[in-house]
């Protein structure tokens, strides 16, 4: 398989063995506790597996039986590791359940198909069964796309695509990929880059998160100003369904009707489980230029993304954090460190230039041919300067593109010194953005202080604007806050509550790349009208009529 779950944390984010690259700067922690107003931050560690009360898996032993006889014995797996590790995603509330042991509902098995035949089998008799089918990429949703719900069927089985991970073929010529779902981004990209070639998809959960899992929640990658996300790459797919196979039509450009790969991007899990995907796969880029500017504010970023985007500069990534989020990187990287003499004259020159505490960092990738990355990074600095921004050069560029899945682990350090940290993602035009960014963070900070559990408490509310488009962008807000131990989930259910209202109430999408999963559930009648969900709910019904596929995701119940 792809990735041997045993090590990755079954709790947390990433590798087991990877090490906590922040735990030896202690000064780090003093000023995060200072900043949102704690005393101080308390030791909160994990409670081990072998500690919790895992309930009785509720397959009977003659179905655990034809399970076996159609996947092989190995391939059906109910021990402890397995179960838990394939009860939730990797949400802030799934991480703080997880974390507690408070598990809530777990799957009665873990299944390993090696192909759609076997999928369709599995399918067929979880169908007959009445058991219901968790499809689970990668396990990195961040709306609870994978926790196991019976939704009213007797038993839950957890569909790992992990061991569906074969490159089929590359047709270099026509620059097609063809390769099954479960295949992670990883090895994807591995195997392209040995014919120098790119799908170009690098989402923060990379490392871990899968192709099935790209499209079926329709993500969005770091770099996709430049290579798309999968309602441009995906050119067609295979989706095993309870029904059959539906596959897609297979033409670069067909005019015969609405295209069905339009019904699984964004699918979720529960209309099918996808086996394979045609991807539109792009020569690997011969150049590649990432560098920093700090504008004198996000206004004035964020203007230049808009023309950017306006005067078709082909930017890879235009990544334009806020003043507050420029501040907090910069105290991490210097807190506690001797400022070299040269960072002394830079900050003098700055600050001698009018940049204060409201500049804004912005990280610019340029990939492409030598030619074509140079006159998009040509053109970006001519708009750059014209609104008074200054260039940092490469080097910032460079350590953010190294760094680029690290933002993850730091979320687990913050989780065992008693903090919070959780994003908040939408997206809208370019005219509702300044209002829906300030009213986003207003509520953040309001509904933080509400919640915290000490009267001096105050969260780090802090955006940037991650990828853009020529009619609007995307907001990314990070969040971190005092956790209230006396109802962990409810504190973080107030605060995400008020946030999506005022993103809902300003004109911004509920989700711009995370997707509904069970979390964003309670808004979707929000984004789709009553005939919407309806056609949905039709779809829902043709490809799966007994309803076993991923119960309580996407579609909220007539
Ligand atoms: C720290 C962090 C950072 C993240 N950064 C990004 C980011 O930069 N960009 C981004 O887009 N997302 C991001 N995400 C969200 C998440 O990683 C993505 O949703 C990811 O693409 C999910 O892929 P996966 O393989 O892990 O899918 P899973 O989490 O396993 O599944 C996600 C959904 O897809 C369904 N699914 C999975 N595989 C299949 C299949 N083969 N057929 C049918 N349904 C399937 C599942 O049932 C579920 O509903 C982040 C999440 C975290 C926790």
Redesign the pocket.
């Known amino acids: 398989v792809t990735i041997e779950r045993k090590k990755v944390m079954w709790n947390g984010?990433g590798w087991t063995a990877r090490a906590d690259h922040l735990a030896a700067r202690e000064e780090i922690w003093s000023w995060l506790a200072s900043e949102i107003g704690m005393p101080s931050l308390l030791a909160t560690p994990t409670r081990p597996l072998e500690e919790l009360t895992i309930a009785e898996a509720r397959l009977s032993p003659s179905e655990r039986r034809s399970l076996v006889a159609i996947l092989g014995a190995d391939r059906v797996r109910d021990d402890a590791f397995e179960r838990a590790s394939h009860a939730r995603?990797?949400?802030y509330q799934d991480l703080v359940r997880l974390r507690a042991g408070n598990l809530g509902e777990l799957p009665d098995a873990v299944l390993y198909p090696r192909g759609a035949d076997e999928v369709l089998e599995v399918l067929a008799f979880a169908s007959e069964g009445g058991i219901a089918v968790?499809?689970?990429?990668?396990?990195?949703?961040?709306?609870g796309?994978?926790n196991a719900h019976a939704g009213g069927l007797r038993a839950i089985v957890s569909l790992d695509?992990s061991a569906m991970d074969r490159v089929i073929e590359i047709d270099t010529m026509s620059g097609v990929a063809t390769v099954e779902?479960?295949l992670?981004g990883a090895s994807l990209e591995k195997s392209l880059a040995a014919r120098s070639l790119t799908l170009g998809h690098f989402?923060?959960?990379f490392e871990?998160?899968?192709?099935?899992?790209?499209?079926?929640?329709r993500?969005?990658?770091?770099l996709c100003n430049r290579y798309g996300?999968p309602q441009e790459w995906l050119l067609s797919a295979k989706?095993a369904t309870p029904r059959g196979i539906l596959a897609t039509e297979e033409f670069p450009v067909s005019a015969t009707g609405p295209h069905l790969k339009d019904l699984i991007i964004g699918?979720?899990?529960?209309f099918?489980?996808?086996?394979e995907a045609r991807l539109r796969i792009r020569p690997a880029p011969e150049s590649r230029a990432y560098q920093g500017y700090l504008f004198r504010d996000f206004a004035s970023g964020m203007t230049a993304i808009r023309q950017a985007m306006r005067e078709d500069i082909p930017a890879a990534m235009l990544r334009l954090s806020d003043a507050r989020e420029t501040g907090f990187y910069r105290a991490l990287d210097n807190i506690g460190r001797e400022t070299s003499i040269a960072q002394r004259l830079a900050d003098a020159y700055l600050e001698f230039r009018g940049f204060d505490a409201h500049a804004a960092l912005m990280i610019a990738a340029f990939e492409g041919t030598s030619r074509s990355a140079a006159a998009a990074r040509r053109g970006f600095h001519a708009i750059a300067g014209r609104l008074g921004a200054v260039s940092l050069g490469n080097s910032l560029g460079e350590r953010w593109l190294r760094d680029r899945y690290r933002?993850?682990y730091v979320?687990d350090s913050m989780l065992d010194r008693s903090l919070g940290v959780d994003?908040l993602e939408t997206a809208a035009t370019w005219s509702k953005l300044p209002a829906l960014y300030a009213a986003v963070r207003n509520t953040l900070e309001s509904s933080i202080r509400q919640s915290a559990p000490y009267p001096a408490a105050r969260g780090i509310v802090m955006c940037r604007i991650?990828h853009a488009y020529p009619e609007g962008a995307s907001l990314l807000f990070t969040y971190i806050f005092p956790r209230a131990f006396d109802g962990e989930v409810t504190q973080w259910q107030s605060i995400k509550k008020a946030a999506t209202e005022a993103v809902i109430a300003h004109g911004g999408a509920l989700s711009h790349?995370?997707?509904v999963?069970e979390e964003h559930l309670p808004w979707m009648m929000t984004q789709k009208s009553p005939l919407g969900l309806d056609v949905l709910r039709a779809v829902k019904r043709t490809l799966d009529p007994k309803a076993i596929l991923?119960p309580g995701?996407?579609i909220p119940p007539e």
């Open positions: 984010w995603g990797r949400s968790v499809p689970y990429g990668g396990g990195t949703s961040a709306v796309g994978v695509l779902a479960g992670g989402p923060e959960s871990f998160s899968t192709l099935g899992g790209w499209i079926a929640h993500g969005a990658g770091q996300g989706l699918s979720e899990g529960v099918g489980v996808i086996t933002g993850p979320r994003t991650g790349h995370h997707g999963g991923n995701k996407l």
